[in-house]
């Protein structure tokens, strides 16, 4: 039986599964399932929001989005509904997808309250096709080792180079099995660095990856209660974030021509580790705020371009539904914006004056949202 659209998740489904989620697993798929009492607090506070977002096809097309297996398809629609739910709570009467005079094209979202009427487009910063095929590959190997028995080592695995093509999971979790089986464990019980251990190497169709395993301590051995992968080193996608959320911006800057109302474009990185310096870096450029501040960012530059119809970008890194209540975006408004921003968009803002910018603090996510700073709490699935 098809699910309903009233819902994200099936509302009658018996939950028996805790266990946490596999690396192959889509999220849907696992807060659907997942009778963990912490996802079970994440799946509702989700349905709180959704059964504000307006009903219709507007409901359809996102729940259509949230139930997709491709994982960038989740965060889109998941980051769409964050921000509906904050503007909501800011005092907005929110319309998804308003029609414009100025293109046939339709924004994200109309935000009304009183006299001021801003316009959002929300785009989120994620991996490339080409990256989501191997990383999606890389999961499915993560997820082979995981049930592999391997139970009394910590393995720690490390992507040095990264192949075209998924590694076969099946013949790479047997020579790592056998390769673990011709350790001496009590040999190398004792040493948790990766200086002091041999390592599995696998040096194959342009894949170099490495595993070492650390012997876990004598009452853990054996327990299926703890995967066995204890580190993941990723490959080299995530260190151009700042390039991403900058690409991210420049694409919607100017997307729907001349706007007659306050424009911002709300940008997310869900899977990027929060780092100040990259998004600084996205938005004013290399050592902004210094005399030799190059003026190479997005908002400034030494040409003059600062696009006067975007009144201010909105960036967040690491946002999702299990971190909202500890990250918070962060509003930069456009100097030389046309249409300055309402105040009662009361994210965290960043301003630009004489000496540089100067940080407004807005109302925190816990106030927000009414939920507590640890929100959503523990046990969290290991």
């Known amino acids: 039986m098809a699910l309903s659209t009233k819902s994200i998740f099936d509302p009658l489904r018996n939950r028996t599964d805790p266990t946490p989620r596999r690396h192959d697993e889509p999220t849907f798929d696992f807060y659907d399932r997942c009778s963990n009492e912490v996802i079970g607090s994440i799946r509702d506070l989700l349905e709180g929001w959704f059964s504000h977002y307006p009903k219709g096809r507007h409901q359809r097309d996102l729940v259509g989005r949230l139930r997709d297996g491709d994982g960038r398809q989740w965060n889109s629609g998941a ?3 964050y921000v509906h739910e904050t503007l909501r709570l800011f005092g907005y009467t929110m319309t998804p997808h308003p029609r414009l005079t100025t293109t046939n094209r339709r924004i994200d979202f109309l935000a009304v309250r009183g006299p001021e009427r ?19 590959g890389i999961g499915a190997l993560e997820a082979a080792i995981d049930r592999s028995g391997m139970l009394d080592y910590w393995l720690d695995l490390q992507f040095d180079r990264v192949g075209p093509a998924p590694i076969p999971p099946e013949p790479f979790v ?14 190398l019980n004792g040493i948790s660095h ?8 696998w040096d194959h169709d342009e894949w170099l990856v490495h595993v070492w395993a650390i012997p876990r301590s004598p009452e853990l051995r054996g327990s299926e209660d ?3 992968l204890g580190i993941i080193a990723g490959d080299d996608d ?18 729907y021509g001349e706007l007659d109302a306050p424009y911002v474009v709300a940008v997310n990185a869900p899977d990027a580790w929060p780092d100040h310096e990259e998004v600084e870096l996205a938005v004013f450029g290399d050592l902004p705020f210094t005399r030799h501040w190059r003026r190479d960012g997005f908002l400034m530059r030494a040409d003059g371009t600062s696009h006067s119809g975007l009144s201010g970008v909105l960036l967040g890194t690491g946002i999702q539904p299990q971190t909202f209540s500890r990250y918070w975006p962060t509003l930069y408004e456009n100097p030389a914006a046309s249409r300055p921003l ?32 640890d929100w959503p709490g523990r046990p969290w699935p290991k």
Do not use: N, Y
């Open 194 to 201: 990766r200086g002091g251990l041999p390592s599995f190497d």
């Open 174 to 187: 047997e020579d790592l099995r056998s390769w673990i089986a011709a350790q001496d464990i009590d040999a």
């Open 238 to 255: 995530d260190k151009s974030v700042w390039l991403a959320l900058r690409a991210a911006m420049e694409s919607k800057a100017e997307a």
């Open 342 to 373: 309402p105040d009662s968009l009361q994210w965290r803002r960043v301003r630009i004056v004489r000496d540089g910018p100067t940080t407004v603090e807005g109302v925190k996510p816990p106030a927000l949202f009414g939920i507590a700073q």
């Open 226 to 228: 703890i995967r066995p």
């Open 79 to 81: 980051w769409e509904l």
């Open 118 to 136: 801003v316009l959002v487009e929300c785009v989120t910063v994620g991996h490339s096709d080409e990256a989501s095929v191997r990383r999606g």
